[in-house]
């Protein structure tokens, strides 16, 4: 059973506005989310993490919010920028990492 | 519905002691990927394979090697384990032209 889901498989946006990227859970224990960017042909990176005691995370254009009541997380990014056209993981930890499927976000200049 | 297995969960090896990692991806994918994960470090890509060939080669030791077989699941070999081997492993799947990966839950080795 997929303890970590992202229900949205795409999402095209265009460029300078803002794309949000959903990632549900099902489990309160987790403790750190992350998220990872992936482009064809290469290991997924990297991008922003939040702890479970945060609700918010932000790092230049990027900012993770958490609402653990919902189980909810979300990825903002501002202003979309081509380049930031990628497939996207969330992650959750309890005592593994557990993996959404990804979104594969298309910035359109 | 079958998601990525991975096996063993945990798994406790000595220096120079060899361990075995084995990935059975989703049923019909054809590709699968192996990521090694240090302790709070990113993810890193080790290799990956497509129609039981390798496809792409990251940053894998040449300690470590790997095949994929008929059935297309995977194994990650690691020899001559080291301390800095400590790390959890995870593959993904997927089916060519499709961009998700699903990822298993990954094998935690502590190399002591």
């Known amino acids: 059973d997929q303890q970590v889901k992202q229900n949205s498989p795409s999402l095209s946006v265009q460029e300078g506005r803002i794309s949000i990227l959903n990632c549900d859970y099902t489990?309160?224990?987790?403790?750190?989310f992350l998220w990872y960017k992936k482009y064809p042909a290469e290991g997924p990176t990297f991008l922003i993490s939040i702890s479970s005691i945060k609700d918010k995370n932000e790092d230049g254009r990027f900012t993770v919010f958490l609402n653990k009541s919902a189980k909810h997380l979300s990825l903002h990014i501002v202003p979309s920028q081509p380049g930031d056209s990628a497939v996207y993981f969330c992650?959750?930890?309890?005592?593994?990492?557990?993996f959404g499927t990804g979104t594969s976000l298309t910035v359109i200049p | 519905a079958a998601g990525v297995i991975q096996s063993p969960r945990h798994l406790i090896k000595e220096k120079r002691e060899t361990a075995t990692l084995k990935c059975y991806p989703i049923?019909?994918?054809?590709?699968v990927y192996w990521y090694q994960q240090g302790p709070g470090q990113d993810p890193q890509f080790l290799i990956s394979?497509?129609?039981?060939?390798?496809?792409d080669k990251g940053s894998i030791p040449d300690r470590f090697s790997a095949q994929q077989f008929s059935d297309y699941h995977s194994e990650l070999n690691m020899s001559s384990l080291e301390l800095g081997d400590s790390a959890l492993y995870f593959c993904?799947?997927?089916?060519?032209?499709?961009?998700?990966?699903?990822f298993g839950s990954g094998t935690r080795l502590t190399v002591v």
């Open positions: 049923p019909r994918h054809d590709t």
């Open positions: 394979f497509y129609e039981k060939m390798q496809s």
């Open positions: 993904a799947s997927s089916l060519t032209g499709d961009m998700r990966y699903t």
């Open positions: 489990n309160s224990m987790f403790d750190y």
């Open positions: 992650a959750a930890r309890g005592n593994q990492f557990y």
